[in-house]
């Protein structure tokens, strides 16, 4: 009701490189609750304030990075419809059955995109035991804990070919395209596309090697709680990458920063409240600087160079 | 691209009773932006942040409330398919021809609901000339003034028969319910209705007297310009109604208060982000104090009884 | 070094009716720490970002209230100063050895004002174990809790002939009153006086009943913080008086509440940078509502009735 | 009363290579107000919220920098006992007489430290045409502009010998020393000194040339306002420094940037109340990166080498 195509990203699977660091920090620094460990030893989170099972499940190998991103559709017919339109896109699906990998989802089809992600669509997944309050609802369950994280928010994905993932999001999703930055050949630098009213669902940037990512991003409530978040990592010690900055692409106010296994996470807040009807913002792939870091204006080669 | 039926609340027309101090209040302290004068002297109103080309008007009258609501459509498709489930739903539409009583807006179909309300639905209208920036954009064309209010947002109108109106909101304009608030006999005390990620786009509360206006919302960036609209309220000795508060339901951050002609204003930011697949909040109409009024817990006596 | 007189308000011992549900307030949703419990059975507190030994006493009995108020001064020759001070002026003063009913506090004089408060002095105090680090510090030893309270700040004192009062607090502790609010007939109805940058460090309403505590404040970082207080309010159900609001005197930001025992409590940001050579600011008793809940305009009754 | 020694820091001489982009900004971006011009050109500014005539004077030259600062006592006999220690501690005194170069201020006593920097000490000074209210005060004459400074509130000077100038601030002026940051040689490499509950009033950096200004801070309410200063920053052009970020040295929440004329200026916030009978805090040089910028934990080149 309301929505055509995706809901929104609903679960991403990341890699990390030990349990110990990295789980304190998803649990106790960006304040993600644990829900379950999957038998071979997966460890499914959410945040606070999302009601399904759970949105993101960590992977222990030697590798940073990123296996997989879930979008959520409104309904099984809705995900077939999907499951249709990319096969005649051209990629081929998989189907990863109910309840295997991911505890609480149902059936996911899956495949791989021009940037060499992949990508799974889905409908069915069961309610998470620790929702958000839904009879004369408290605003918390209980109170938030370190960064304060709501819920899991969106992605930067780094790959090839990002002209035809935006094509593809546009045609097979039902999203659109709020914001570009285009090179002077007219190409694609960066792309932010979404399913709703959010700024970004997920994002692209150009980039010769497939399948990498650039952040994961997380949803604080507004600049005072990024400004917390800025606190705890510097209390815990954490590897900043920019920040507290606000983006005039999004116009979000954001950290960047590295969890202990490397991949890089964003705390955001804000943000404009983008609807389809408003006119694309573009920006000259010279320009993108001060677009992504507005008050210094200058863009960081770590933005280009560091991804997992 | 998104989204089915309604995108969201596009213009209110207001009756105020004077221009000096009303539209004073709306210019230079709300901080819209004045658009235009249309020939029988009504006023022309949007927030910096609006795309469209105005979403307030102001018609000078002996009384004050609310003539009509209108929402846009994203396209002329949608519009025509969403007069006709007007019809079938019971009410009776006439046409508004384009650029007649709204400068700039194309065709709108208008019908009256069972609570009294004038709706109406577009889904053309000129750009505002006041857009914001679409090229290397700034986040601000000039920095905005007073309450620094950002686009209106929403409102809550009194009427009877509110569940009909709630039904007519799904079933026409595609919209979902995330809250309501039940009698012990099982009807609706309040319903809260959106179209997208917004937790509302309007409210309804059931009351005996038809077309009746609560309040009109305007958006604010965060709890921190909820604190420089009550320093605003303050110097220019507007009448609270109360807060700075927030609201349990949708999360709201809050101030009721009167503008000069005696229009209940909202300014107000924050709120959950919405979407259809969430299960629904149900308070108990002995709670829904505590749902306002999240703070005190209390319903305060204006809130039921003071409308325009 | 650089202050004459009195630094601050340093300890206060509140009375209170129940250890169970007000202990867990002050330490887990005010968010102090607890430092020790005496023989006899009180219990010390300070705020996280306090120095000395504790600033808070609590004595469990059956009627809620103050005990005493206690001053710090910069050294035993300002203590000694300041006895001879109280003295003269009229003030029978009496000695509480160091270490026998506040532990590691050194000896303290005590006396009886006109308003009918206890109100002591002292310089030596040992240092609290959970000190703020001093060497390469951070921010917080741990992360604050619930409220986040950083230190007592002040409290405001309802009894007779506060005229005196204030004038003692400028003659005997070296204070200055940087606002008063005046009755028509030129007597005091309120006074708020300080030792330094802080707006009040004390106040004083006129009361015919001796000795009574209007509240006791705690200082927050800021009005984000004050907001995050609300929502700790709520969630545990503490009885709200008013709030969030500012006051004009002040500029405070602030919530009244009433914590388990009955007793009032403000937590408070912001404010003014006060100096001694600022003139006074002065208020008409007619317009003190403003004064005190700048938003609203009105005065609430409680806030004259209701003391402890 | 309540205070020994200096006040504050209350006027300062700056040196601007252009009154049109840099008036602008003082004006209309950081939000001070003009005051006068002098009969030879020279610009007087003062924040809203400052009480006496002036606080920043701006002299138009080919190099940008600091002529002078000025700091304030409680009153003639306290500038008398200053003169006299200023004497005492081996620096020649001159005197500017009243209403000479600084419209609406009394005699001013001056002189250069050994770090190359003049100091100046005064008390009489005309109040403000344009002072907060004072009788049923509102917070603001007017509303804030732009950045909304509040005042100016201190200042950091680079030169030589800093352990002297320390020492002077303690014995001359009364002042006590929250923070300082030690080379491995046991030599100060930085030292930050206050009058009052400020952090700092000033702050000295060794440094092997003379008289240099690091950088002019002014006070903004909070953090919400730190980054509504930094959008002002972004959409004027402004070459940022550093910032948003925090300060574990102060606690306070800073950006540094460059005005037009290439003076750099903090605009400030928060920061702990700082107390005489606090114990100090102490920095080892290696971790002065994290004490300057919590957040990064890294110094940047800028901050020991740009200075004007």
């Known amino acids: ?19 110990d660091a990295t789980l304190n920090f998803y649990e ?32 222990k190998t030697d590798k940073a990075g990123l ?95 990002i002209m035809e993932a935006e094509r593809f999001c546009q045609e097979v999703f039902g999203m659109y395209v709020p914001e570009v930055c285009n090179l002077p050949d007219g190409n694609r630098l960066a792309t932010w596309i979404t399913s709703s009213n959010k700024p970004h669902d997920l994002a692209f940037v150009e980039y010769p090697e497939p399948g990498k990512l650039h952040h994961l991003g997380f949803y604080l409530q507004d600049w005072a709680d990024v400004g917390n978040a800025a606190d705890w990592i510097a209390l815990n010690r954490l590897k900043l990458d920019i920040g507290p900055t606000r983006h005039a692409i999004t116009r979000g106010l954001s950290i960047y920063f590295w969890e202990p296994s490397g991949n890089r996470i964003e705390t955001y807040a804000g943000g404009y409240t983008a609807y389809p009807d408003h ?23 770590s933005f280009l160079e560091v991804v997992t």
Not at 1 to 19: A, I
Not at 98 to 110: C, I, L, T, V
Request: proline fraction near 7%; glycine fraction near 10%.
């Open 67 to 161: 296996d997989f991103v879930a979008f959520k559709a409104a309904d099984a017919d809705t995900v077939e419809e999907i499951k249709d339109k990319v096969v005649k896109f051209g990629y081929k699906v998989d189907e990863v059955p109910a309840n295997s990998d991911q505890p609480g989802f149902g059936k996911r089809y899956g495949w791989t995109i021009c940037t060499g992600h992949r990508f799974e669509v889905y409908s069915e997944v069961e309610p998470a035991e620790q929702q958000p309050m839904l009879h004369n609802p408290d605003i918390w369950t209980k109170p938030p804990r370190g960064m304060r994280a709501q819920r899991m928010d969106h992605f930067l994905l780094y790959g090839p070919n």
């Open 28 to 59: 106790n620094i960006l304040g993600l609750n644990k829900v379950c460990e999957t038998k071979d030893g997966r460890i499914c989170l959410k945040g606070y304030d999302e009601f399904d099972h759970h949105s993101v499940t960590l992977r």
């Open 279 to 301: 006119p694309q913002r573009v920006w000259d792939a010279d320009q993108v600087g001060r677009g992504l870091f507005y008050y210094s204006g200058e863009l960081i080669p």
């Open 1 to 19: 009701m309301g929505f055509k195509g995706t809901l929104r990203p609903g679960l991403v699977q990341l890699r990390v490189l030990d349990f």
